[in-house]
């Protein structure tokens, strides 16, 4: 391995339409293949950034129905290679028969829990209801969207990765996680939250990406109120959350946000 990415520092060439091209020196985000095991059976690789894998591991099982909020913490241990990462985590007993039948061959680079399915039928599966409900108001949502660079170190460096927060009703943010996934960064905040022991507690999830269904569906299989995304959902995104009772704020800037849904009690009331 060089010097140069060892530091993780990479030098380029800046072009402008006028002007002299001159060296510049950039970091850039670790992405690897994480490969994950349930129960000694290879279930997906993911391409991931390298930290915070159990809470990965934790969301991503999560979302993918191997468990429930209500079951313990899984036994997860994580072994690096010279090729990546290979995370062997153990599931509760009785859980075999869902993971048998969810026991997929192909990698998966986005972690979008569909890649590799032999059945469309279980693409779309019927989600539960949100039993949550946010209190947060816009102007929470407008302080955290001017806060959550603050939370993107990784991000700051490399301008390589998404984020994703666990933000109080006023606005606060208590926990960020990132990832050169943007799915990937919401499992490994949903697996930090379950570690803690944490709840939504009348607040919200903020994403700094677009809404696509799989990312409404983490949401509402974690229980979340109300999702805050940077840019639009797409339709079928809309709609997954509106049958599930999950209030989505899209398209949300630091001069307008686009509400869509029940559920945000203290959203209801802005145009009051």
């Known amino acids: 391995m060089s010097a140069e990415q060892e530091d993780r520092s990479f030098i380029f060439r800046r072009i402008v339409p006028e002007g002299p091209i001159a060296p510049v020196t950039r970091e850039l985000a670790d992405e690897m293949p994480i490969a994950i095991e349930f129960n000694g059976i290879g279930y997906a690789v993911l391409m991931a950034t390298p930290a915070d894998i159990e809470e990965l591991v934790l969301g991503f099982a999560l979302a993918e129905r191997l468990i429930g909020r209500e079951d313990a913490l899984l036994d997860v241990d994580v ?124 607040g919200f999830a903020l994403l700094s990406s677009r809404c696509s269904y799989e990312l409404v569906e983490k949401a509402v299989l974690a229980d979340c109120p109300l999702l805050v995304t940077i840019s639009a959902p797409t339709r079928l995104a809309a709609e997954r959350a509106a049958g599930a009772g999950l209030a989505l704020v899209a398209l949300a800037r630091s001069d307008s946000i686009l509400l869509y849904g029940e559920g945000a009690l203290g959203l209801d009331k802005c145009g009051e």
Do not use: Y
């Open 79 to 202: 072994h690096a290679t010279g090729q990546g990462i290979i995370v062997r985590a153990t599931l509760p007993e009785g859980r075999t028969e869902a993971l048998l039948s969810r026991v997929r061959h192909r990698a998966s680079e986005s972690s979008c829990g569909i890649c590799g399915l032999e059945n469309l039928d279980q693409a779309i599966r019927p989600l539960p209801s949100v039993t949550a409900s946010s209190m947060s108001d816009s102007q929470a949502v407008f302080r955290a969207l001017g806060d959550l660079k603050g939370h993107q170190p990784l991000n700051a460096r490399t301008g390589a990765a998404h984020a994703a927060a666990l933000v109080a009703a006023d606005g606060t943010i208590r926990l960020a996680r990132e990832d050169v996934g943007r799915h990937n960064a919401f499992d490994k905040l949903i697996g930090a939250m379950w570690q803690r022991g944490w709840a939504w507690d009348g």
